[in-house]
């Protein structure tokens, strides 16, 4: 079972992999494929102080990003993505030891928080409890929909929508993120 978690960003993930620390034993880091190489230094580290680690490469596009977005749409979170990261932590989140999971993405905001949420659900909290815990160690979270409706189809049961409920009550409508400009519009 998880027993305790950690969000956080990139930056953080990679300094907590240096350090000579066993505060947590399981890592899961979802970021864009440019930064593979930290990710694998990561890993490295990570290995040296038996600390397991699975990495999976999307960008963070999410149901609720606009449709100036949509070219990260095939490049953001599909269905076998999740699923690799569910069948990795399937095992710390059902046996009887108390696990302490660290996730990471770029910003520690999105992916992560998502991620943080299945685990804790995994691990026989009320999805409800999850978020509250969530929230607890990352008070800006803001869990990326798309992943949650692929992990809800997977476990049979309902995240995306306690989310999606839980995005409008703290902003009376789904919150869209403000529309930004392509690459070649900069």
């Known amino acids: 079972m998880i027993a305790k978690i950690k969000i956080t960003d990139l930056g953080k993930a990679e300094e907590y992999s240096f350090r000579n620390n066993k505060d947590w034993n399981v890592w899961v880091t979802a ?17 040296k102080k038996l600390v397991r ?5 999307f960008y963070d596009w999410s149901d609720e990003d606009s449709a100036i977005w949509s070219h990260l749409e095939e490049g953001g979170p599909q269905k076998r993505h999740v699923k690799r990261i569910i069948d990795f932590l399937r095992p710390f989140c059902e046996d009887d030891k108390a696990h302490r999971l ?9 992916r992560s928080t998502a991620i943080g949420i299945i685990a804790l659900v995994m691990s026989g909290r009320t999805i409800e409890d999850a978020l509250t815990e969530i929230l607890e160690v990352r008070p800006e979270a803001w869990p990326n929909l798309r992943i949650l409706k692929f992990a809800s189809e997977i476990l049979a049961c309902n995240l995306h929508q306690h989310i999606i409920d839980w995005k409008e009550s703290c902003t ?13 519009q900069i």
């Open 31 to 47: 970021v864009d494929e440019k930064d593979r190489r930290k990710v694998q230094r990561m890993t490295h580290n990570f290995n």
């Open 53 to 57: 680690h699975f990495a999976q490469y």
């Open 102 to 110: 660290g996730v990471n993405c770029f910003a520690g905001i999105s």
């Open 172 to 184: 009376g409508s789904l919150w869209r993120p403000p529309e930004r400009l392509q690459p070649e």
